[in-house]
């Protein structure tokens, strides 16, 4: 059965007590989790956190990304090394949150280009940090799940194909993979195919709209997207992951210049249409 979180950067890139009471309305809204973002707060901050969540019945799921000095697909063996340091640490600040699924586009600097197509080396090197971090991530439990993202924001993974070859050469069963519909609107050909080829190493899911604002609001092919999940069988996380200028720091360093949608309306509304279309999907 899949469970429905809801990322709080929404509202908030930090870990503080200014999440407790939207934590608690997310859990009175029906959520069955919620995601962070791991970045470089307090450690004593995570550990609180993770604690309250799971006071209130609440399940975590965590995501973060790689910086250029800490970049998996460096040349420079030192920088695989530093980012090979840098996952663990935020394997260490994840298990503190109680969560077990770790996800974001890890195998490799967000932002960071070449100005050329990535190579098989480049491949070969982030799935060498990988199988490493995996290592480290089997002693909690957790799973860890690289994500394709567009074109704009990397060049390693931008596709399902591309996520799918990262994970088979990378070859641990703590690295799995995620996919996430905005991305997917912008790089896939066909939505159904992508989903079907990832299926096998899916571990999460993303519910974000073409906007990042409410889920159902835009264009993502919603109907197509559930439908092929519910044929692959993905019983996992389906977590929203929609952005504002809430936190301003944060929506400056994604380009996220306007409000797409209020925070409450995407997850009120955005919970209800996630339930209405696995309760249509599944009786088809």
Request: hydrophobic share 40%; net charge negative.
């Amino acid at each position: 059965m899949n469970k429905i979180g809801f990322n709080v950067l929404a509202w908030s890139a930090g870990v503080s007590d200014d999440l407790l009471p939207v934590l608690d309305r997310l859990k009175a809204i029906g959520y069955d989790g919620v995601e962070f973002f791991i970045g470089d707060q307090d450690e004593r901050a995570f550990r609180k956190l993770g604690d309250y969540t799971s006071s209130i019945g609440l399940e975590t799921t965590a995501v973060f990304v790689m910086s250029k000095e800490e970049n998996p697909i460096d040349p420079d063996p030192k920088v695989r090394v530093k980012a090979l340091n840098r996952i663990q640490w935020t394997i260490d600040r994840a298990n503190e949150l109680n969560a077990k699924i770790l996800c974001g586009p890890f195998h490799s600097a967000f932002a960071t280009f070449l100005q050329k197509a990535p190579d098989e080396q480049e491949y070969q090197w982030s799935a060498e940090v990988l199988h490493q971090a995996g290592d480290y991530a089997s002693q909690f439990e957790i799973t860890l799940t690289p994500e394709a993202l567009n074109r704009f924001e990397c060049y390693l993974c931008n596709t399902a194909g591309q996520l799918a070859h990262l994970v088979e050469l990378t070859d641990h069963p703590n690295v799995r993979a995620m996919y996430d519909t905005h991305h997917a609107n912008i790089e896939e050909k066909d939505i159904a195919e992508s989903i079907r080829e990832i299926a096998p190493y899916l571990a999460h899911f993303h519910i974000s709209e073409n906007d990042r604002g409410t889920p159902g609001a835009g264009h993502v092919r919603w109907e197509e997207t559930f439908s092929t999940l519910v044929e692959v069988g993905y019983n996992g996380w389906l977590t929203i992951e929609g952005f504002t200028r809430n936190d301003p720091d944060f929506a400056n360093a994604i380009n996220v210049w306007r409000e797409f949608a209020e925070p409450w309306e995407m997850a009120e509304k955005g919970y209800q249409f996630i339930k209405e279309m696995l309760d249509k999907h599944r009786k088809n």
